[in-house]
């Protein structure tokens, strides 16, 4: 066995082939699409590079097959954020089950990012943003994934433990009936807060596109960047997000909260594409585009995804997350029935409060995530991420 970094085409091909092999029998995989895997690696379109470097590798067998691979990475942003050690990354980890293999990648992860004066390495985790390719998949195997979201084999979390990783933190994925009735007591905190005149909520449209990137990373930035490991979001990252999702999107369920009239909330859902995606074969050309906009005219997806929620840490605790998601729902239940199924992603068991705000959304635990960390100096004590009170 041999671990080649991919420094040409036709390595970085292999890099993307892979899981096409690994997952051609398993039913739920669904294909990531070959241009946005391509453009994470790419400087000129991933803004992670203005701030940090990254790597790849594949492994292969002696008879020259690609058996695994990985990518390292650091953001000098980020790696001292809330840390108690300069902590770089890990991901897009693939591997076939062989635990050699798995430990050779990881070591050479892990030497490399400790040449770049890391002390511990997360992972699985994206080079950019939370809101993708984040953790890995122990539980929920019988579902097909969320877009951006990691599915795996069960295999792969035996390979992390065994290595020394540990768990950082889960993340959630809850999923509902978009018709099933919401829990009491969040109807309850809505009303206070509909009483109250100051308070106004309404959904995006696209011919105030501008007001509203404004909107959401204004409430991004007070609300979520003060976590560990999220950085602050620029203006230009706000309008490059918007624009990404801006084909898919539904403005509909596009919600945002003010409070007289500044914006103090957001709730961003969008149509769950894996949905459609999954007819492309990661190809968007043309043949692709065409199977993508035909399914799309159809209305194959019917099931809304919870990208993120966010509430500014002075309207925190009053009751705005419940009027919020009642504003939502009078629209999916009531006025707009397009979508029969919810999931809400990416909630961390460090965030009680949104736990318990999505518990009264209803629904269950529907797929677990794990986010490892693992520390170079094995004497160290290991801490989990901090409660977000």
Same mark, same amino acid.
């Given at each position: 066995?041999?671990?080649?970094?991919v420094?040409?085409?036709?390595?970085?091909?292999?890099?993307?082939?892979?899981?096409?092999?690994?997952?051609?029998?398993?039913?739920?995989?669904?294909?990531?699409?070959?241009?946005?895997?391509?453009?994470?690696?790419?400087?000129?379109?991933?803004?992670?590079?203005? @701030?940090?470097?990254?790597?790849?590798? !594949?492994?292969?067998?002696?008879?020259?097959?690609?058996?695994?691979?990985?990518?390292?990475?650091?953001?000098?942003?980020?790696?001292?954020?809330d840390?108690? *050690?300069?902590?770089?990354?890990?991901?897009?980890?693939?591997?076939?089950?062989? =635990?050699?293999?798995?430990?050779?990648?990881?070591?050479?992860?892990?030497?490399?990012?400790a /040449?770049?004066?890391?002390?511990?390495?997360?992972?699985?985790?994206?080079?950019?943003e939370?809101?993708?390719?984040?953790g890995?998949?122990?539980? /929920?195997?019988?579902?097909?994934?969320?877009?951006?979201?990691?599915?795996?084999?069960?295999?792969? #979390?035996?390979?992390?433990?065994?290595?020394?990783?540990?768990?950082?933190?889960?993340? +959630?994925?809850?999923?509902r009936?978009?018709?099933?009735?919401?829990?009491?007591k !969040?109807?309850?905190?809505?009303?206070r !807060?509909?009483?109250?005149? &100051?308070?106004?909520? =309404?959904?995006?449209?696209?011919?105030?596109? =501008?007001?509203?990137?404004? &909107?959401?990373?204004?409430?991004?930035?007070?609300?979520?960047?003060? @976590?560990a490991?999220?950085?602050?979001?620029?203006?230009?990252q706000?309008?490059?997000?918007?624009? *990404? !999702?801006?084909?898919?999107?539904?403005?509909?369920i596009?919600?945002?909260g +003010? +409070?007289?009239?500044?914006?103090?909330?957001?709730?961003?859902?969008?149509?769950?594409v894996? #949905?459609?995606?999954?007819?492309?074969n990661?190809?968007?050309?043309l043949?692709?585009?065409?199977?993508f906009?035909? @399914?799309?005219?159809?209305?194959?997806?019917?099931?809304?995804?919870g990208?993120?929620?966010?509430?500014?840490? =002075?309207?925190q605790?009053?009751?705005?997350?419940?009027?919020?998601?009642?504003a939502?729902? *009078?629209?999916? *239940?009531?006025?707009?029935?397009?979508?029969? &199924?919810?999931?809400?992603?990416?909630?961390?068991?460090?965030?009680?409060?949104m736990?318990r705000?999505?518990?009264?959304?209803?629904?269950?635990?529907?797929?677990?995530?794990?986010?490892?960390?693992?520390?170079? &100096?094995?004497?160290?004590?290991?801490?989990?991420?901090?409660?977000? @009170?």
């Amino acid at each position: 066995m041999r671990i080649e970094e991919v420094k040409d085409s036709p390595s970085a091909k292999e890099f993307l082939r892979l899981p096409v092999r690994l997952y051609k029998n398993e039913p739920y995989w669904i294909r990531p699409l070959d241009k946005d895997m391509n453009e994470l690696f790419d400087a000129k379109t991933n803004k992670a590079f203005r @701030h940090g470097e990254c790597i790849r590798w !594949i492994a292969k067998d002696s008879n020259g097959a690609t058996v695994g691979r990985v990518a390292a990475f650091f953001n000098k942003k980020t790696v001292n954020k809330d840390n108690d *050690q300069p902590t770089g990354g890990i991901g897009y980890f693939e591997c076939v089950e062989n =635990e050699e293999v798995a430990f050779a990648l990881f070591d050479r992860a892990k030497e490399w990012l400790a /040449g770049k004066g890391m002390e511990a390495m997360d992972g699985p985790i994206n080079f950019g943003e939370r809101d993708k390719w984040w953790g890995l998949l122990v539980d /929920g195997f019988d579902k097909e994934p969320n877009y951006s979201c990691n599915y795996n084999f069960a295999y792969y #979390q035996k390979f992390f433990e065994n290595y020394g990783f540990k768990d950082y933190f889960q993340q +959630y994925t809850y999923g509902r009936k978009t018709a099933a009735p919401f829990h009491p007591k !969040i109807a309850k905190k809505a009303e206070r !807060i509909f009483e109250d005149k &100051d308070y106004r909520f =309404e959904h995006l449209t696209k011919d105030k596109l =501008e007001k509203y990137t404004d &909107d959401f990373m204004t409430v991004y930035n007070k609300a979520w960047a003060k @976590h560990a490991g999220v950085a602050k979001m620029t203006s230009l990252q706000a309008k490059n997000a918007m624009k *990404q !999702i801006k084909p898919i999107m539904d403005e509909k369920i596009i919600w945002y909260g +003010y +409070y007289k009239d500044e914006p103090v909330a957001f709730f961003l859902l969008l149509p769950e594409v894996n #949905q459609l995606f999954k007819y492309v074969n990661g190809k968007m050309d043309l043949v692709g585009k065409m199977k993508f906009l035909w @399914h799309q005219w159809r209305k194959s997806c019917n099931k809304m995804f919870g990208v993120v929620f966010g509430i500014v840490p =002075e309207h925190q605790g009053k009751g705005l997350e419940g009027a919020l998601i009642m504003a939502t729902a *009078q629209m999916v *239940q009531k006025d707009y029935h397009r979508y029969e &199924d919810l999931e809400m992603n990416w909630i961390g068991d460090f965030n009680p409060k949104m736990i318990r705000v999505v518990e009264q959304v209803g629904g269950d635990v529907v797929k677990t995530h794990i986010t490892y960390r693992k520390l170079f &100096d094995s004497d160290r004590p290991f801490k989990r991420a901090p409660l977000q @009170h």
